[in-house]
């Protein structure tokens, strides 16, 4: 089993930069993909970034591409997701996942496909 811990949320400006960390524990971290989610009141959980557990390919979705970059430090247990030119539409609890690394990318787009979730961490992005 795999636990884990976000941090690095908060209150910022729109264009600001913010960093999360997702910080792992209790199996082998290097065994498994990384994905960020994100929720906001009353919507859906949406799917913004993944990354394969070497660190070799990753993947975002439509709304944050270009603006979010995730990258992973196997060494340290650890999961990052670099948030520039934040939007006020970004504000949302954002979630760190851990899944099965598999040969087909589609799967990392699914929140169903991960088996261990952190509790969160707030980012509210202001105009």
């Known amino acids: 089993q795999v636990q884990l811990v976000e941090s690095g949320g908060g209150l910022v400006q729109a264009g600001d930069s913010l960093r999360l960390s997702c910080a792992a524990s209790g199996r082998t971290f290097s065994s498994y993909a990384m994905g960020w989610f994100r929720q906001a009141p009353g919507k859906e959980r949406e799917f913004v970034a993944a990354i394969t557990r070497s660190g070799g390919s990753t993947y975002y979705g439509d709304s944050v591409k270009g603006r979010f970059t995730i990258s992973r430090d196997n060494a340290k247990n650890t999961v990052y997701l670099q948030m520039n030119s934040l939007k006020p539409e970004d504000t949302a609890v954002y979630y760190c996942?851990?899944?099965?690394?598999?040969?087909?990318?589609?799967?990392?787009?699914?929140?169903?496909?991960?088996?261990?979730w952190g509790q969160g961490t707030q980012v509210t992005v202001s105009s």
């Open positions: 996942a851990a899944g099965p690394s598999l040969y087909s990318s589609t799967v990392y787009y699914r929140a169903g496909h991960y088996d261990y």
